[in-house]
């Protein structure tokens, strides 16, 4: 295996200690931070040239948020990384019970396409944290991104802890033969499968995430500029090639009248008469996906967009009304600048169509009427959830992100990262003497052993009290 020298290089690394120490790891964090400071500019070259991706977008997203995550782990790894304490009972209340907080091993992180500086930086943040060695493998779609990672770096971080793969299928695949002592995967469904089915010949643990159709529920009672301006921000930010974007709109045939003057008039206020032209938006990543989304341009109606221009993969904001279940537009993820509207009689409706489909990454709803935004959050499943907003909940580092079923195993994001990277290693140091204490667990066995036994090891529930 042409990876196996390198696997194992990073593993006798890891197994010298050489990571564990917290100055170390603050150490190569810091560098991580001069990294994202020192190429800046490059990595908004390398974006803009790998897909368009504006200016804005591109710093809002890979590396303003990078940097949030980066000194959050620094303003708080010194707490994560102590010991944690736990209850005890009788026989143990004189020894010490911790968990305590042990790096993985050597890990690999495997990034995507959309956001190929995110979304491989932030999990890469909590692995150095958690104290593991890693090998990163930066998406092959994005060449120029891929490049300036492959080449660069490696010119800040210890070479002998992390390491940095290219290539595609078929070098992923030879990658993941090696045994891993743990795999953080970000794609599509289908290929996070086969990563798991990697995994699983080395017992090795997962994290997957991936994508799914999110809902967006738009009730009769709202504002529905608002709205308009939230959902199309949601929808068309890096060109709709973001996995929490909102998929699909449901709502009344009634908000579906009023929601489409709104729609338009925001996507003309945010790209102008011809978003063609404008600095804002970007453009599909690749040939292959631009034909994939293009052909989901048959769904519905057309009520909005729908210009396309294969040379420079161009897709304009779209918007499809009256889109029924079984067009082809509902059976995948749209991932491209096209936002699908499906008309619904009720909430209730709704709530039935979203809960017969794979639980999705993100579920979103707008209502004035908060009690109707909570049955909505009370009422599904997924990984996340958002409402009378879009894509805004991954912005705080205070909570987890992660998907549930199809959209993904596993969470991350500040401290989640920190954890999702850590075996949480239960640990008991016992004092050597007082052994009189532990005589009655040792046989010959007696009923009066076992009364002792029961009192001093047993766990009791707490009366409960019921104020009338």
Not at 368 to 389: A, H, I
Request: glycine share 8%.
């Amino acid at each position: 295996n042409p990876y196996a020298g390198l696997v194992e290089h990073l593993r006798t690394s890891w197994l010298s200690g050489r990571t564990r120490p917290m100055e170390y790891r603050l150490a190569q964090l810091e560098a991580l931070g001069r990294f994202l400071d020192d190429k800046k500019e490059e990595i908004l070259e390398a974006t803009a040239a790998d897909m368009g991706k504006p200016c804005f977008e591109a710093f809002f997203s890979e590396i303003l948020l990078c940097k949030n995550e980066l000194h959050q782990t620094l303003n708080s790894l010194g707490q994560w990384m102590k010991d944690e304490h736990v209850d005890k009972n009788l026989v143990t209340r004189l020894d010490s019970a911790f968990i305590r907080k042990d790096p993985y091993g050597v890990v690999l992180i495997i990034g995507p396409w959309n956001y190929p500086i995110h979304l491989l930086l932030v999990p890469l943040i909590g692995a150095i944290a958690a104290g593991n060695c890693v090998v990163v493998k930066p998406s092959e779609i994005n060449k120029n991104t891929e490049r300036l990672v492959a080449e660069t770096l490696s010119c800040y971080l210890d070479n002998d802890c992390y390491a940095v793969v290219t290539g595609g299928v078929q070098e992923t695949t030879r990658l993941l033969e090696n045994k891993f002592d743990f795999i953080f995967f970000t794609g599509s469904p289908s290929v996070g499968r086969l990563v798991m089915t990697a995994a699983a010949k080395h017992l090795t643990p997962v994290t997957l995430e991936l994508g799914g159709k999110n809902p967006c529920y738009v009730s009769d009672s709202c504002d529905v500029q608002n709205v308009a301006r939230r959902v199309a921000w949601g929808r068309f930010f890096n060109a709709g090639q973001t996995c929490i974007a909102p998929d699909y709109v449901l709502c009344s045939l009634e908000m579906q009248e009023k929601l489409m003057p709104a729609l338009r008039e925001a996507i003309a206020e945010f790209y102008g008469p011809n978003p063609k032209e404008s600095p804002d938006f970007g453009r599909i990543v690749g040939d292959r996906q631009f034909r994939r989304v293009q052909a989901l341009l048959r769904s519905g109606r057309v009520a909005m967009g729908g210009q396309t221009d294969e040379g420079e993969r161009y897709i304009a904001p779209t918007v499809l009304a009256d889109v029924l279940p079984t067009d082809p537009i509902m059976q995948e993820e749209v991932f491209g600048p096209i936002l699908p509207i499906v008309v619904v009689g009720s909430m209730d409706e709704a709530i039935d169509f979203i809960n017969a489909r794979p639980r999705p990454l993100a579920v979103y709803a707008f209502s004035c009427d908060s009690k109707v935004v909570n049955q909505v959050l009370e009422r599904t499943s997924s990984g996340g959830f958002c409402g009378n907003d879009t894509m805004m909940h991954v912005t705080l580092t205070s909570l987890p992100f992660g998907g549930i079923g199809n959209s993904g195993l596993g969470k991350y994001h500040g401290k989640f990262t920190f954890d999702t990277f850590t075996h949480q290693r239960g640990c008991l140091h016992r004092n050597m003497g007082l052994e009189a204490l532990n005589s009655p667990r040792y046989p010959p066995y007696s009923q009066q052993k076992l009364g002792l036994v029961t009192a001093t090891f047993e766990v009791k529930r707490r009366g409960t009290c019921t104020i009338l």
